[in-house]
């Protein structure tokens, strides 16, 4: 009697791309409806980033509930986590309310660990239960089978109070410093360790607590087959390297984690969020990133996007997980070429009639014209939109010695190409390269900062900012 999860994460509901709103999550939220019509899992992870900042666009909001909404018939009771983007108060805003629809909603770490376990009962007991407890009230006066009507939707019920549960989620948001207790500490190394040992006595106290349950509750028969999950929400080490969309510094809590050190072997499922592709954690098939369900930038823009499917038992060994590729609902294409080249990209994107937003990058030097009125009219009344045109004269005056791909230059730090230029002119340089190296790197640390705490305080959260922290 295994546990049928739908594993997803890094939703950024009201997320923006150059200042326009993504409405495709719009359609992924359709799309995934679909999903659980046709799945039927007895519960769906979303494993944190649901919305992509503290104070999300009402029209975000609306998408959630009205999602949510939606899906109350299919009787699938659902999970959502807080992500290092999200409110966790904005997110607990609605607990209150959620609760009885079976949605639980995570923003806080959950000091009392009874509280983060949620025992998830199989779908067919859910609507077993809604069904009793529709026909029971079915000869009350109108009023009252009203209220129970929606009582019964909600799935209260004190029918699945007698059945045994699928599973057990143990429900652990992002967890920040301010969130572990984390006492002041000399060193950075001093303060990491102290970050993954307060996360790892956690997850070994939901663990336990959550086998505690079983074993009260009379769900401990190994015939019952109770899985304990859990979820998380950072960089777990042994995810494969860091894109330098996710810069390995430290933010916050975010860490990197061992994964080997971290979960409780009890655990039957790992459902993170955070990292923006799918991922298998340390070769272990039972703790994974589902990835986020739409790309988010340009750079993501050819990567496929996946959704987990996990059917998980009480033991880690038996555990499946099967991947369902999201359909594209949006384009995202970067375009670099010379203008001719750039032209027969757009006129391709036009003649394919699919939805495309597009990031173009000119790379011929000697190009006199206007860019933009030679490119703007191939895409005019058709589904493909210019969101940013330039000219990277930078990028096509900057010459060194050794050979630098164009490709190798966009993934080099500030602090390695003006190395690359110093090196370049060592003979003429009357200081030594590693000093000014350092007011190099001081200047551009300054610049950064102000940069980032400019960004902060105007709560401009624009898509570099939240690049940065992934
Ligand atoms: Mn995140």
Redesign the pocket.
């Known amino acids: 009697m295994a546990m049928k999860i739908l594993h997803s994460s890094?939703w950024h509901l009201g997320k923006h791309l150059f200042k326009r709103r993504r409405r495709d999550i719009i359609d992924f939220l359709t799309w995934f409806e679909d999903r659980m019509r046709e799945e039927e899992p007895d519960v769906v992870i979303v494993a944190?980033?649901i919305f992509d900042t503290l104070a999300p666009p009402h029209e975000a909001g609306q998408w959630l509930y009205s999602f949510l909404g939606r899906v109350q018939d299919i009787g699938t009771t659902i999970v959502l986590v807080a992500?290092?983007?999200d409110s966790f108060d904005y997110l607990e805003l609605t607990q209150g309310l959620l609760d009885s629809m079976r949605i639980h909603v995570v923003g806080h770490m959950k000091k009392n660990p009874r509280e983060a376990l949620i025992p998830i009962y199989k779908l067919s007991d859910v609507r077993k239960a809604r069904r009793g407890a529709l026909d029971a009230q079915q000869s009350l006066p109108n009023t009252q089978n009203s209220l129970s009507t929606q009582r019964a939707l909600g799935g209260v019920g004190a029918g699945l109070e007698a059945c045994i549960p699928a599973g057990i989620v143990a429900a652990v948001p992002y967890l920040p410093e301010s969130e572990l207790d984390i006492t002041l500490k000399a060193s950075v190394e001093e303060k990491e360790r102290e970050v993954e040992e307060h996360m790892q006595a956690y997850y070994e106290l939901l663990a336990h607590e959550a086998q505690e349950l079983k074993k009260e509750r009379g769900w401990d028969k190994p015939e019952d087959d109770v899985a304990i999950v859990t979820t998380g929400?950072f960089f777990c080490a042994g995810s494969g390297s860091l894109t330098n969309d996710i810069r390995p510094l430290h933010i916050g809590t975010l860490v990197q984690i061992g994964v080997n050190v971290i979960f409780d072997e009890i655990y039957s499922y790992v459902a993170m969020?955070?990292i923006h592709s799918k991922k298998i954690i340390g070769g272990k098939q039972h703790i994974r990133y589902s990835g986020t369900p739409i790309p988010l930038t340009f750079e993501e823009g050819t990567k496929k996007k996946y959704i987990l499917v996990v059917e998980a038992g009480a033991n880690a060994k038996d555990t499946q997980v099967r991947e369902i590729e999201v359909p594209r609902f949006l384009e995202l294409v970067l375009l670099e070429g010379t203008v001719e080249e750039l032209k027969a990209g757009l006129e391709k994107l036009v003649a394919a009639n699919k939805r495309a937003w597009v990031d173009i990058l000119c790379t011929e030097t000697n190009f006199a014209g206007n860019l933009a009125d030679e490119l703007f009219p191939i895409v005019a009344k058709s589904q493909v939109d210019i969101l940013r045109c330039r000219r990277d004269a930078f990028l096509t005056s900057f010459h060194t010695e050794r050979e630098i791909s164009q490709e190798e230059l966009k993934h080099m730090s500030p602090h390695d190409i003006c190395k690359e230029i110093l090196e370049q002119q060592k003979d003429k340089l009357t200081q030594p390269i590693e000093k000014l190296l350092s007011c190099f790197d001081e200047i551009a640390n300054a610049v950064e900062e102000k940069e980032m705490s400019k960004r902060r305080e105007n709560k401009l959260f624009d898509e570099n900012y939240e690049e940065a922290?992934?």
Request: hydrophobic share 10%.
């Open positions: 890094d944190g980033d992500g290092n983007h929400h969020g955070h922290e992934a």
